[in-house]
Every structure is written in structure tokens, then in C-alpha cells.
């Protein structure tokens, strides 16, 4: 069963940095494109961020753009987040997902297999 772990959320003051990091196993890591997604209490799930399987082409939402940054290690199997410049508004439970069909949009539907979420929460 495919598993994708989440960790280095926090709690921060506004205008740090934060790195989120998921870790998968039992999948073809470098097949899949990977997502992050984050939900804020009384929210819809959002897109935040992508990063393709090859050559890792990354697309962003406009609310993050400039602030954050998608990376991936294939030899670790394992995608990145780093936050910098958090906001207030950054804050809510930040999920990585897989898409194995290779699809890297900001359809939250369109990726097999999500994490359990680490909470990212910006004091002002």
C-alpha cells in the first residue's frame, strides 16, 4: 500500500520560513508528478503547488508564487516544500499527493494518493 508521510510543520511567526518534506513508499517514486495541497479550517482544499516527474517542472498557485518552493529527490523519494515569507493566511493542514498517471494540475481529484497532512499555523 502506498504510504506518504508529511513532516516539518510548525507553528511560526509571519514572515519565517518553515521546509515541509513528505516521504513516500511502496510506489515508483520518479514515475509520479507530486502535489501539495493545503486546507484551512472551514476551507475547501487548495491547490498550493506542483512538481512534474520529469524534468520537474513546477507550477504554482498565485497566493504562494515568489514565497514558496517545490523540489523533489527521487533518490530519497521524497518532495519538498519551503515556505518563506509565511503569512497568517498560510495556515492550515498541508497535504503532499501522488499521481501516478503523471498529471501535475491543481485538480485535487486527479491524484491517487494523499498523505495524512502536517499543520502549518502563522501567528501574526
Known amino acids: 500500500q502506498v504510504q506518504l508521510v508529511e513532516s516539518g510543520g510548525g507553528l511560526v511567526q509571519a514572515g519565517g520560513s518553515l521546509r515541509l518534506s513528505c516521504a513516500a513508499s511502496?510506489?515508483?517514486?520518479?514515475?509520479?508528478?507530486m502535489g501539495w495541497f493545503r486546507q484551512a479550517p472551514g476551507k475547501e482544499r487548495e491547490f498550493v503547488a506542483t512538481?512534474?516527474?520529469?524534468?520537474?517542472?513546477?507550477y504554482y498557485a498565485d497566493s504562494v508564487k515568489g514565497r514558496f518552493t517545490v523540489s523533489r529527490d527521487n533518490a530519497k523519494n521524497t518532495v519538498f516544500l519551503q515556505m518563506n515569507n509565511l503569512k497568517p493566511e498560510d495556515t492550515a493542514v498541508y497535504y503532499c499527493?501522488?499521481?501516478?498517471?503523471?498529471?501535475?494540475?491543481?485538480?485535487?481529484?486527479?491524484?491517487?494518493?494523499w498523505g495524512q497532512g502536517t499543520q502549518v499555523t502563522v501567528s501574526s
Open positions: 512538481v512534474t516527474r520529469n524534468p520537474g517542472i513546477t
Open positions: 499527493a501522488a499521481a501516478p498517471s503523471g498529471y501535475s494540475g491543481s485538480n485535487s481529484a486527479l491524484y491517487n494518493y
Open positions: 511502496r510506489l515508483t517514486f520518479s514515475t509520479y508528478a
